[in-house]
């Protein structure tokens, strides 16, 4: 009964390689966010998606695309990998963007980039 | 440009004390501002969230205030135990900024035995 998980874990890979994350929540919220983590734990936003439209892209690299096939799932591609990359990839979701309620966040892919 | 701050980085305490943890904000324009634990490998938990017309929350032996005005907020723990050890990470939701939360870099709290 997870709200809101994420798949993988745990991601182990070359530089220049394509990933995808994926991310689901059956918490019924219209607000998906992708937030990566650097090594110094600092949380940025990268992305957000309300009922499958894009609001948010915060000066992400254009290698960087989400997805959100339905308002339950938001999905990132990353191309051509770099070893900057390497960071923990959190999705949280919220109802109706989330003014007055709390965000709930995933457990985190761990991404590492050799 | 809004940046959130917490102090201390670290705070390492004996199991009982009470303690406060702090959060401070340049931009008072807030919708509310959120606590949130991370333990180690996981993702956030959160712990309490203020309304901007808000002035405090309570959840059990967590109180966090609001002082929009001067830009702080603070997380007051009560006798603490060691299972409270983990990174609190305060965030603000700016308006009309779609919703996203802008982060503190964290306090990592140790409470020993």
């Known amino acids: 009964d997870t709200a809101v998980s994420q798949t993988p874990k745990y991601l182990v890979t070359q530089m220049g390689n394509d990933k995808s994350i994926k991310c689901e929540q059956n918490?019924?919220?219209?607000?998906m966010y992708w937030y990566k983590q650097d090594s110094k734990k600092f949380l940025k936003i990268m992305f957000s998606y309300n009922n499958k439209e894009l609001i948010i892209n915060e000066t992400v690299p254009n290698r960087f695309s989400p997805k959100s096939p339905d308002k339950a799932h938001l999905n990132l591609h990353i191309n051509s990998l770099e070893l900057g990359d390497s960071a923990v990839y959190f999705c949280?979701?919220?109802?109706?963007?989330?003014?007055?309620?709390?965000?709930?966040f995933g457990d985190g892919t761990r991404l590492s980039i050799l | 440009k809004q940046e959130v701050t917490q102090i201390p980085a670290a705070l390492s305490v004996p199991e009982g004390e009470n303690l406060v943890l702090n959060c401070s904000f340049t931009d008072s324009a807030i919708y509310n501002l959120q606590w949130f634990r991370q333990d180690p490998g996981k993702g956030l938990t959160s712990l309490l969230l203020?309304?901007?017309?808000?002035r405090e929350q309570t959840s059990g032996r967590l109180n966090a205030s609001l002082d929009k005005s001067s830009g702080r907020s603070t997380l007051y723990i009560a006798a603490s135990q060691p299972g409270d050890s983990a990174t609190y990470l305060c965030?603000?939701?700016?308006?009309?900024?779609?919703?996203?939360?802008?982060f503190g870099q964290g306090t990592e709290l140790s409470v020993k035995p």
């Open positions: 965030a603000v939701n700016p308006y009309n900024q779609g919703g996203k939360l802008i």
């Open positions: 949280a979701s919220s109802p109706s963007r989330g003014w007055n309620q709390p965000q709930h």
């Open positions: 918490l019924g919220h219209d607000t």
């Open positions: 203020i309304q901007s017309s808000q």
